[in-house]
């Protein structure tokens, strides 16, 4: 009984077991079939009627000030960028680029309220008469009538959006031939927008798979053919035949509506599919202009190994210069070992004197041993040249998580041109400023007086020695002043600090510092302290660096002569070659320096003429000279 029992248990239970089975593994199945033919419908593109695949749609950010429009900043060097979902958020911008702190508070700056209309640009006192040269190349200008740039068609300056890749876009853009494939695409856009209204009337079901038949061939052909060259044989008949579709099309009795929503849609499409490629030729541009080029990094590597198969002293024949406040000390924040060594190598090619001079070459842990033994291997007349390792440099300043170890870096600015605000006209400057490194300059080098600080982005065309005679009375660095921005016009990004509206602002690449002063005002716990306030403020110290550095040197700005340096020569194609041979120092400020491809071809050879072409590594490494 007990077994039989149990035998009608098993008995009355094992079906249903199984049939829960049995249903079990047809959901399954029927769900990855599901999942197959779902991506394979999309892929196709049957979900919108022949819609062209592939957009991205994005929210356009509008500005919220009718004066200044937004500051950016995009830091040149050794800046890790996040390549994930880039475009569909550039415009958002990333740590070597645009910055947008609408939206992304912790890496950029914030946009200011919108000025009064007597803070008006103004030209500088000293100058009296317009310049010639595009006021973007970083001189002090006449900017009562600036050079703009006009809006695109979403309203909002080309460089305000996407920075120096539309000067350099604009210089490279290329006159196609297509007028064949322009009308391929009117043609098949036209149909597009017929075709669902066509296909809901069954009294034209010819017409609807002769009209859906053209737009396949059409799709096909575009899909294949950027020029007419590119097209393929017959393409005429084919669109011979589209013409007579869309007439036939058009000539049927339809709902106006449904055909103009469809023209809409049509063009939202085509304009996020154009916006999505001018966001990846943007990201293809930044990503060539902030990467090392392969040869550099070959030397690099190159230098380092050899370093550490050689032996090398520990004592340096020059020590005893590096601490001599009677000679001339020139200091330079790098990790590019060439760029270093054109610009030590252009200064003293003009010296009078080279054995005066002392360079002092701060770099990054990663490129410090190549730097060393670049410079031990070439000399450069009697100068000397010393290399600093900035991450093994033992400080007191070091400890404050405020300062921290960086290199020169670059802002953009743009404005609403004050002549005619409604037409959507920008003005652009780009502006150097020191980094956090360079306020441990009076920490570093504290047994001197005074040193001269380069950027490793400029080349040296004259002797420099008349810097150091220079009678700079209580001011503590002398900069040539930037006076297209004054503070005034920056005061909603500055906030209510105590400064003079009519200040200028000052760039960075050629300066010479007082220390001794720099020491007294206690400029580098002033700058400590302005990154702190401004830091919350702004989201990040990076985005502090700009406002605390003009903060700090309110007031303490030697004005050098404006001739002393030529800037703008990585990002304006416009700068006369008279005024480039003329001016003691050449800056390469802005994405295209002149050892990228992309660097301004006119202005390459002024840089490659102080290279050492005669090094072997340099031929080894392939490196363009």
């Known amino acids: 009984m007990k077994s039989g029992g149990l035998g009608a248990v098993q008995s009355s239970y094992g079906v249903p077991a199984k049939r829960r089975w049995r249903g079990l593994i047809i959901a399954v199945l029927g769900l990855v079939i599901l999942s197959m033919l779902v991506p394979l419908v999309f892929l196709l593109g049957l979900h919108n009627s022949f819609h062209t695949s592939g957009y991205i749609y994005e929210q356009r950010n509008t500005p919220s000030s009718p004066n200044i429009i937004e500051y950016n900043r995009h830091d040149v060097r050794h800046k890790e960028d996040k390549s994930e979902d880039v475009l569909k958020n550039y415009s958002k911008g990333d740590k070597n680029g645009i910055v947008n702190t609408n939206e992304e508070k912790h890496r950029g700056v914030k946009t200011p309220p919108p000025l009064p209309p007597n803070a008006a640009l103004q030209s500088p006192p000293t100058t009296n008469t317009p310049k010639v040269h595009n006021p973007k190349h970083g001189r002090t200008e006449q900017v009562t009538h600036p050079k703009t740039s006009s809006a695109d068609e979403t309203g909002t300056s080309c460089e305000l959006t996407y920075g120096s890749y539309c000067l350099w876009q604009q210089e490279h853009k290329e006159v196609m031939k297509d007028a064949m494939v322009k009308k391929l695409k009117d043609q098949l856009f036209v149909a597009r927008a017929y075709y669902p209204s066509i296909a809901k009337l069954p009294a034209q079901d010819k ?12 799709e096909h052909v575009l899909s294949e053919s950027s020029t007419d060259a590119d097209l393929p044989p017959l393409v005429e008949t084919k669109s011979e035949r589209m013409d007579v579709a869309i007439a036939r099309a058009k000539s049927v009795p339809v709902v106006c509506d449904n055909v103009d929503k469809k023209f809409r849609q049509l063009y939202d499409l085509t304009e996020d599919e154009a916006d999505f490629h001018r966001k990846q030729s943007a990201f293809l541009y930044k990503l060539n202009v902030l990467t090392m080029p392969k040869s550099f990094h070959c030397l690099a590597l190159k230098l380092t190994v ?189 906030g209510e600090k105590g400064f003079s509206h009519n200040s200028c602002a000052w760039m960075s690449g050629l300066n010479i510092i007082d220390l001794v002063r720099w020491r007294e005002f206690g400029l580098t716990q002033t700058y400590k302290r302005l990154i702190k306030e401004l830091s919350v403020q702004k989201g990040s110290t990076t985005a502090a660096a700009w406002p605390a550095s003009l903060l700090a040197f309110e007031n303490k700005i030697y004005p050098l002569n404006e001739s002393w340096v030529r800037s703008g020569l990585g990002h304006d194609y416009k700068i006369d070659s008279n005024s480039i041979k003329s001016a003691p120092v050449l800056h390469y400020n802005g994405k295209m320096k002149p050892w990228l491809d992309l660097g301004i071809p006119n202005y390459k050879s002024y840089w490659k003429k102080y290279l050492n072409k005669e090094d072997q590594l340099l031929s080894e490494c392939n490196v363009n000279s």
């Open 207 to 218: 017409l609807s798979r002769q009209l859906k038949q053209s737009i396949q061939e059409l």
């Open 306 to 494: 050899e370093y550490f198969k050689s032996s090398h002293d520990e004592e340096e024949a020059d020590s005893e210069k590096f601490e001599d406040s009677s000679l001339h000390h020139y200091v330079i924040f790098s990790n590019n070992v060439l760029a270093a060594s054109v610009v030590i190598n252009s200064t003293v090619t003009h010296a009078k004197v080279s054995r005066n001079q002392v360079f002092h070459v701060l770099s990054d842990g990663q490129n410090y041993y190549a730097m060393k033994l670049w410079f031990k291997r070439n000399n450069y007349g009697e100068a000397a040249v010393q290399v600093l390792n900035v991450e093994h440099l033992e400080m007191d300043s070091l400890k404050d998580n405020s300062l921290q170890l960086s290199l020169p870096e670059e802002f953009r600015v743009s404005f609403r041109s004050y002549d005619n605000p409604s037409m959507g006209q920008f003005r652009t400057e780009y502006i150097s400023i020191f980094s956090h490194s360079h306020y441990l300059l009076p920490d570093i080098f504290s047994k001197l007086k005074k040193v001269v600080v380069l950027d490793d982005d400029v080349v040296i065309q004259r002797d420099l020695s008349s810097l150091w005679n220079l009678d700079m009375g209580e001011k503590v660095n002398g900069a040539v002043q930037f006076c297209s921005v004054r503070l005034g016009q920056l005061k909603g990004y500055l």
